[in-house]
């Protein structure tokens, strides 16, 4: 019998998995008329179905049917990946018992491990490692899960992976961006605060330049900037041509422009056009900025790396 969906019997048990009717789901299992595996045109299997939406029964029904725990859509995920980003332990766990590979890859590299730091689901996490998950592992696109688990501001799985001795530096995604970088872009200063604790280094800049400080300024987190100021950041031009008060200035954030101020930032330091702070803050129209850059004027910076 073709695993496709061809026939009612095959849509029944696609439905009965979404919405948990076991009794329906048996019924037409125990048919004959259906391919327990049968699926539709992305891939999707009932065992998917059923992992996603969290029926532990229709699962386990599944599973002594003779489901495929190693059946993946066309994007690569399978019903691991499913029953982790959606939080459900317990299928989880059956799932593994069951067979299914830990680390099987979707076709962008990422793994259910990913999808535990992406989604903050510790206990899956903490499974899946006592399983063998590769910690190190990373995407097409070079992030990992600590890189996730930072972009998503999730403190506990970063304290898990490092506890597993992850490289708090590296790898770092195609771009240069490392966990820290993330955590500064994203707004998170609790995982800042972590990283920096556990070694990651503040200064660490994009490939293109741009630091984790130039970064939290551009976005105006201020209290990130705060927590990265403690740690002598590089406060002058770099490579990108900008600093981090030039940021700062240029999209209006205030708090952050005094905070950056106060530690020593240059309000009349030159970046790669030759303009200074002020000068971006009048051409945005932010009058407030300017008023306070100009109060603060010192000397006339040349691109110097002054730091604190």
């Not at 998503?152 to 770092?172: C, E």
């Amino acid at each position: 019998m073709s695993r496709k969906i061809e026939s009612p019997n095959d849509a029944l048990l696609h439905r009965s998995a979404i919405s948990g009717d076991i009794l329906a789901l048996q019924r037409v299992l125990d048919s004959g008329r259906v391919h327990v595996d049968c699926c539709d045109q992305d891939g999707t299997t009932p065992l998917m179905l059923a992992a996603s939406n969290g029926h532990l029964e229709c699962v386990r029904a599944l599973l002594e049917d003779g489901a495929d725990v190693k059946a993946q859509r066309n994007t690569g995920t399978h019903a691991l990946f499913f029953a982790v980003q959606n939080g459900h332990d317990d299928i989880a766990s059956l799932l593994v018992e069951a067979g299914a590979p830990i680390d099987l890859e979707s076709h962008d590299g990422g793994t259910p491990l990913f999808s535990a730091a992406q989604c903050g689901h510790l206990g899956l996490a903490e499974l899946l490692i006592s399983k063998g998950a590769q910690v190190e592992k990373t995407m097409k696109d070079g992030a990992s899960p600590l890189f996730v688990a930072a972009q998503n501001g999730h403190l506990a799985i970063i304290k898990l992976l490092l506890d597993k001795g992850v490289q708090i530096d590296r790898p770092r995604n195609t771009d240069g961006a490392s966990p820290l970088w993330i955590a500064c872009q994203t707004g998170f200063t609790k995982v800042v605060r972590e990283l920096i604790r556990r070694g990651a280094d503040p200064d660490r800049a994009k490939d293109d330049g741009a630091t984790p400080l130039f970064k939290a300024s551009h976005k105006g987190h201020l209290d990130v900037v705060e927590e990265l100021l403690l740690h002598r950041p590089r406060l002058g031009l770099l490579q990108n041509g900008e600093s981090a008060l030039h940021a700062a200035s240029l999209f209006g954030h205030l708090s952050v422009v005094k905070a950056l101020v106060q530690r020593g930032a240059v309000t009349t330091l030159c970046n790669k056009s030759g303009e200074t702070p002020i000068d971006l803050a009048r051409q945005m129209g932010y009058d407030h900025i300017v008023d306070f850059l100009v109060a603060h004027k010192g000397p006339r910076g040349q691109g110097e790396s002054n730091r604190f």
